[in-house]
């Protein structure tokens, strides 16, 4: 352990007003916040506060590149449901947040993000490692702050929190120059309390809407909810399901509402989007209600907003008003926490015979089934299928699954079964190269009791594999599954289908993972063929340390079904009948 | 079709970029903005003019208020309202050009605030079209405009309230308030002289 894990046995501070440096205070508001942990890399303009760190209860994660402590906390956030912490200097160090703040940002993840910037006399001097950040995170943040007096910090700090957490969660900047944190101020941690959350002027729940929903829902013959994040981010798990199992009406999920309802629950219908099942993305179609809870209606989730849905009425039940009538427009919007409205709903909801519906939906899933792959005989490839399948099986999905960007991310939302929400962490709005291996290291460290796997393709593991060393440093048990295909896969499936098989800058290098990982004092083992999968993944979950698997897999399989961007949602490709991941009998 | 927005938002450093971003971000043009301190401590009142799609003033209204330092946001479209705009207008003009210039104010109700040996400063006050107008009859006088500086429409609702904004906060609902608008008693855009 190389972190400066220093308990402090009085936290005085915080229950009696105590001049503290602004270093200090950024710590102590910190810890009044409940943060016990935070991912950083140190610099000029942030070593007042580090100079200050050994003084308080709080765990510094060193990560190799900033980029990885803005996932990480990230990752932190997703798999605790609490406000992830990252800390960076002025200048780069500021920079490198930036794509990890969109990653949070897109996806409504409480995250904050210190940084230093240089003294406020020489603010806007192009002083050295000077950088306009707050500027630059303006379209990527929830809301940002630029500090420059000491009395000024734990007040920002506690407002950034606030904001992080409330509403539509987001990512919060707070950027605090030199000067501030090496002066001296009066820290009264009660005072710097923020003025009462002021929920949304425009959420509105009208008696008159919710008599709407309730009879529509009544009324409909081919109803579909559509559960999302906000599932999740609202801890809605239990109303969406009893609003499914009392009315009888099947559940579609978006990629990040995954884990929102249990994947085995007889109404769970799966994935709808571009890589959706085919039932799915037909039922929707179908459908002449859509009860929309907690998603924001995404072009991967809708195809072509014009030929979307079209014979559906549809109820939106979503917390931020601006996501009303943006992409698809509804006949219903209940806007406010979805838990609360649901709880407003469930009681006028009485039961409804959904049999003839889910019955036709039942039949245009076949017998097919992607689960099928598990029977399948061995050809002598191992697909990533069925590497992420038998994941599952022999985990009994028991284990938090972060993924990177790309085929074995669609792969894992089609072939791992989520029961339970924050069981899989994804970069779903920005679709960020490189978010798996931070983000897992984020997601143990906030559940060290829990099972961490990354899923990650070659390419992208690429993008932060440095952070291998901040696993080694800090002790970190993650399982690593490379799907390795030798291609920045999506894109040269992307080449295959619209680009006549010009696979232009798509085949990649890579170098020994297992011999990286060993670099690092990490095992692993290369698997090529599927007979070694269980043991390989029984070693890994054995072993003490962090340990990784490089699955050598098909190198040219596609994600099926697809819907090609613009397209509608039933203008699916589907799988071809020669490939062995059967979806239908009559593919075959 | 135009929107009009009044946006009470807090008096600090950054909260204007933060407002022009979010039109930037839906790439809408802002036709005119005007800012102001306001009758609340603290918080400054905007006016923001911008063209964009009838259906997009739901969601500029609800992304104004996602923005921290946006405390109350109206949206008047099609509400009786009184709209103004101040233009100084500098024109050339000699001493024998200028009782022309003059007959031409006294027509459009404006002033004449500054006289120098070659030119001549108008101030006026009005809708726009009048604005318009006074420019456009300048225009085609002889005597040659040299500067023009508008502020920009700024705008309030009619009828007692002190504020529509603290209306629309009470009510939460933009699209009923015309409803129980009492009846203006000046037909809406009249060019009535503000003093």
Same mark, same amino acid.
């Given at each position: 352990m190389g972190s400066n894990v220093h308990t402090q046995s009085s936290n005085a501070h915080l229950t009696t007003p105590t001049p503290l440096t602004g270093a200090e205070i950024i710590w102590a508001t910190l810890v009044g916040e409940g943060v016990d942990t935070v991912f950083g890399y140190p610099g000029g303009a942030i070593l007042p506060a580090y100079d200050a760190? @050994?003084? &308080?209860?709080i765990r510094h994660i060193l990560v190799r590149h900033e980029q990885g402590a803005s996932h990480m906390a990230d990752g932190y956030a997703r798999a605790s449901g609490k406000v992830g912490v990252a800390i960076a200097t002025s200048g780069p160090g500021a920079t490198n947040l930036v794509t990890g703040l969109a990653t949070a940002m897109l996806d409504s993840i409480p995250m904050v993000c210190i940084t230093g910037n240089v003294s406020s006399k020489i603010l806007g001097t192009d002083a050295f490692q000077e950088v306009d950040i707050t500027g630059i995170t303006l379209p990527v943040t929830k809301h940002n702050f630029l500090i420059n007096r000491t009395e000024d910090i734990a007040a920002a700090i506690r407002y950034a929190f606030q904001i992080a957490k409330s509403g539509r969660p987001g990512p919060v900047l707070v950027d605090i120059t030199k000067d501030a944190q090496q002066a001296t101020a009066l820290f009264d941690f009660a005072a710097a309390k923020p003025r009462p959350y002021r929920p949304h002027p425009m959420l509105k729940v009208e008696e008159s809407g919710i008599a709407q929903a309730v009879e529509l829902i009544r009324n409909a013959k081919r109803p579909v909810i559509l559960a999302g994040h906000g599932v999740i981010e609202s801890g809605a798990m239990e109303q969406v399901r009893t609003l499914a199992e009392r009315a009888q009406i099947p559940v579609a999920l978006t990629l990040l509402g995954l884990g929102g309802f249990p994947a085995s629950h007889p109404l769970n219908l799966g994935m709808m989007g571009m890589h959706g099942e085919a039932w799915v993305n037909d039922a929707i179609q179908q459908s002449d209600l859509l009860i929309a809870c907690?998603? @924001? &209606?995404d072009d991967r989730v809708t195809g072509t907003t014009s030929t979307y849905a079209t014979k559906a009425k549809k109820i939106h039940i979503e917390v931020d008003p601006a996501e009303i009538n943006k992409n698809i427009k509804v006949d219903v919007a209940l806007v406010g926490d979805l838990a609360e409205v649901l709880e407003q709903l469930l009681p006028l909801i009485s039961g409804r015979d959904g049999a003839k519906w889910l019955k036709t939906i039942q039949t245009s899933k076949g017998e097919s089934a992607v689960h099928d792959i598990k029977n399948l005989p061995d050809t002598g490839h191992l697909y990533a299928a069925h590497v992420i399948h038998d994941l599952w099986r022999i985990t009994g999905g028991n284990a938090i699954v972060v993924t990177d960007v790309g085929q074995h991310q669609m792969w894992e939302a089609q072939y &791992? %079964? %989520? $029961? %339970?929400? @924050?069981?899989l962490i994804t970069s779903g709005g920005l679709g960020t190269m490189g978010f798996a291996l931070p983000a897992a290291i984020g997601a143990k460290v906030a559940c060290p009791d829990k099972e961490v796997w990354v899923i990650a393709g070659d390419g992208g593991f690429q993008m932060t594999s440095p952070e291998l060393s901040t696993i080694a440093q800090e002790g970190v048990k993650i399982n690593i599954a490379i799907i390795n295909n030798g291609f920045l896969g999506m894109v040269r499936q992307w080449q295959e289908f619209f680009y006549d098989k010009n696979y232009e800058c798509t085949p990649l290098v890579s170098p020994d993972f297992v011999k990286l990982a060993d670099a690092h004092g990490i095992a692993g083992r290369a698997v090529r063929? @599927?007979? $070694?999968v269980d043991s390989a993944v029984a070693e890994a979950r054995s072993a003490t340390g962090a340990f990784l698997l490089n699955f050598m897999v098909e190198k040219e399989d596609s994600v099926y079904p697809m819907i090609p961007a613009g397209s509608a949602l039933h203008e699916m490709i589907r799988r071809p009948g020669k490939n062995p991941l059967i979806e239908r009998p009559d593919d075959v | 079709m135009l929107h009009t927005f009044v946006a009470y938002v807090e008096d600090r450093p950054g909260v204007l970029t933060r407002v022009a971003s979010l039109f930037r971000r839906l790439n809408i043009n802002i036709i005119s903005l005007t800012v102001g301190r306001s009758e609340r401590e603290g918080l400054s009142r905007m006016t923001v003019v911008c063209d964009a799609s009838s259906e997009a003033g739901h969601r500029i209204r609800a992304s104004l208020y996602k923005l921290e330092n946006v405390v109350d946001v109206d949206?008047? *479209?099609? *509400?009786?309202t009184v709209t103004r705009e101040l233009a100084l207008i500098k024109v050339a003009a000699t001493r024998h050009t200028r009782s022309a210039i003059f007959e031409l104010v006294e027509v459009f109700r404006a002033r004449i605030v500054d006289l120098t040996a070659e030119s001549l400063m108008i101030e006026m006050t009005g809708v726009e079209s009048k604005i318009e107008g006074l420019i456009q009859v300048l225009n085609e006088s002889e005597s040659r405009i040299l500067e023009i500086c508008r502020s920009g429409k700024m705008t309030m609702r009619r009828g007692h309230h002190t504020s529509g904004v603290l209306r629309a906060l009470g009510t939460n609902e933009t699209d009923t308030d015309e409803a129980d608008q009492p009846e203006p008693l000046i037909e809406h855009g009249a060019p009535v002289e503000p003093e």
């Open positions: 760190l @050994r003084k &308080f209860p907690g998603m @924001r &209606f &791992f %079964h %989520h $029961e %339970h929400p @924050r069981s063929n @599927r007979a $070694e | 949206d008047i *479209a099609g *509400a009786p």
